[in-house]
């Protein structure tokens, strides 16, 4: 079986019954995380920029949206700095050739040609009551709006949220919707990031994962990490590894650790497990990525494919308090 068909039907299975939240279910994050561009650093952003990808399969061909739940910086959810909320972010939405296939589209810096396609909405949100804690709408796009990558069997769109002003923290979620008012999913999509900045739990007992793709000829993953802050541990787990811990960073700084694949791993995902610390460590906010042996980063796709990994020795890994 070639490659290219192997994935087509890891994401026909793994997205023929879940909705399109951004961050997903199983992903028990809660919120994406974007800090304005004036922000230090050690507040857990290394580039006050994030982007997504949508993919919207074939065979859905009606018009569609996207959502975003507390697109302002400011009120009960985002992290505010001393001195009051005072940070402005943007919205972009790019459809078009290149948009995904460009080399700095699937890089972890937003650099160079990051913004590549074709810019098809664009909205700035400061401190706005009116959407904090509720959403905003979109859309709407024809699918044949974005990039087809004959690969997925689907249109590809991009979606970059990025702090332009300001030194507070936005916290946020996506929705792939068929409804400009209300989440209803589209049967078939998935989103994914080369780079993930979320905020973690505040709570202990809450295990937060994301879902690499290891792609046939991977021998070996270089996972880093951003401001971890000694939040306990990061453990990766596959359907031949109960359980490997890695090295995590100090505050305001990458740390880098390097696993070799087995063989049962390839054409599967990694389950990336975020097992927080006691005492409790509150308001954090990290970083993530991975890249092969080649330096290209692997995508981490919000609804895993193949599913979330199980460990075949059937063993259930326990966190340790």
Not at 79 to 101: A, D, H, K, L, Q
Not at 129 to 140: K, L
Not at 244 to 259: R, V
Not at 301 to 306: K, N, Q, S
Request: charged share 25%; proline share 6%; aromatic share 16%.
């Amino acid at each position: 079986m070639s490659k290219l068909i192997y994935i087509s039907i890891l994401l026909l299975i793994s997205t023929l019954v879940y909705p399109q939240p951004v961050p997903n279910v199983d992903e028990n994050i809660p919120y994406l995380m974007t800090f304005g561009n004036k922000a230090e650093t050690s507040w857990g952003d290394d580039d006050f920029s994030q982007t997504f990808f949508f993919l919207i399969p074939d065979d859905y061909d009606q018009p569609f949206f996207i959502r975003v739940f507390d697109p302002d910086t400011g009120g009960e959810i985002d992290e505010v700095s001393p001195g009051g909320f005072n940070t402005r972010c943007v919205y972009e939405i790019f459809g078009g050739e290149g948009n995904w296939s460009d080399d700095d589209a699937q890089e972890v810096d937003p650099k160079f040609n990051y913004k590549s396609g074709t810019l098809l909405a664009s909205r700035a949100f400061a401190e706005n009551p009116r959407y904090d804690n509720d959403w905003f709408t979109f859309g709407p796009f024809n699918p044949a709006q974005g990039e087809h990558v004959e690969n997925y069997h689907g249109y590809i769109f991009k979606i970059i949220c990025e702090g332009v002003a300001g030194d507070d923290g936005n916290m946020y979620r996506y929705y792939l919707s068929t409804s400009a008012t209300e989440n209803r999913l589209i049967e078939g999509a998935n989103a994914f990031a080369y780079e993930y900045s979320f905020r973690m739990h505040n709570d202990y007992e809450e295990v937060s994962h994301i879902y690499p793709y290891v792609e046939d000829g991977t021998i070996s993953v270089r996972i880093s990490n951003f401001d971890w802050d000694k939040d306990g541990d990061i453990m990766v787990i596959s359907v031949n590894r109960q359980g490997s811990s890695i090295n995590t960073s100090d505050e305001d700084h990458w740390t880098t650790d390097e696993l070799r694949v087995q063989e049962e791993e390839i054409g599967t995902s990694f389950d990336f497990r975020f097992i927080k610390a006691r005492p409790l460590v509150k308001n954090n906010n990290v970083v993530v990525n991975v890249r092969n042996q080649f330096g290209d980063a692997l995508p981490f796709y919000t609804i895993p494919l193949g599913g979330v990994p199980k460990y075949r020795g059937e063993v259930e890994f326990v966190p340790i308090d």
